[in-house]
T-cell receptor
Framework: NAGVTQTPKFQVLKTGQSMTLQCAQDMNHNSMYWYRQDPGMGLRLIYY???????DKGEVPNGYNVSRLNKREFSLRLESAAPSQTSVYFC?????????????FGPGTRLTVT | KNEVEQSPQNLTAQEGEFITINCSYSVGISALHWLQQHPGGGIVSLFMLSSGKKKHGRLIATINIQEKHSSLHITASHPRDSAVYIC?????????????FGKGTKLSVIP
């Protein structure tokens, strides 16, 4: 099992460009999450999908959109990238939501917006 | 306002030392997670506990729900334990419970 995979691992964007971060899990988990990690701050939830067909905002959703394509895949889209979105992005999955279950994290995507 | 606080922020220990990392939270919760972030950036879940104590190898996690406090202990520390240790609690946000993370404790174990 690959667990949680993310693509790409690194990305550099210019301000105003768009991109989609891809995430997939092969553990048949119902719930998936997108977090960002910035220096000096804890991981912060951007969006989550408690189950296939549903998505909800987290703590810092502005500037992002998500799609739960199917049970396996959950993508994060930046429509018009800004320097404030420079961060490391982690996707995670867990068997169920809410967060009383262990979460499994992907390797992260390091995004720089210039 | 940080609902999940960790201490210390940074910790340097000699190999073999007993290490304690603390986590406190300001609202009632029913469970708490401990995670480890490797120097390369990967994050793995160590424990999820709702009461008492859990042990995995040299790692021990304890929680006192009433006192809103949890500790992570590492016995006989080793340089390979060097990592950032993060606690997280499911706290009710807009509409649902979401994991709220502490800022992490960076542990360096020196040979």
């Amino acid at each position: 099992n690959a667990g949680v995979t993310q693509t790409p691992k690194f990305q550099v964007l210019k301000t105003g460009q768009s991109m989609t971060l891809q995430c997939a899990q092969d553990m048949n988990h119902n719930s998936m999450y997108w977090y960002r990690q910035d220096p000096g701050m804890g991981l912060r939830l951007i969006y989550y999908s408690a189950s296939e067909g549903t998505t909800d905002k987290g703590e810092v959703p502005n500037g992002y959109n998500v799609s739960r394509l199917n049970k396996r895949e959950f993508s994060l889209r930046l429509e018009s990238a800004a320097p404030s979105q420079t961060s490391v992005y982690f996707c995670a999955s867990s068997p169920e939501h809410p967060s009383y279950y262990e979460q499994y994290f992907g390797p992260g995507t390091r995004l720089t917006v210039t | 306002k940080n609902e999940v606080e960790q201490s210390p922020q940074n910790l340097t220990a000699q190999e073999g030392e007993f290490i304690t990392i603390n986590c406190s939270y300001s609202v009632g919760i029913s469970a708490l997670h401990w995670l480890q972030q490797h120097p390369g950036g990967g994050i793995v879940s160590l424990f999820m506990l709702s009461s008492g104590k859990k042990k995995h190898g040299r790692l021990i996690a304890t929680i006192n729900i009433q006192e809103k406090h949890s500790s992570l202990h590492i016995t006989a520390s080793h340089p390979r334990d060097s990592a950032v240790y993060i606690c997280a609690a499911p706290i009710r946000g807009a509409g649902s419970y979401q994991l709220t993370f502490g800022k992490g404790t960076k542990l360096s174990v020196i040979p």
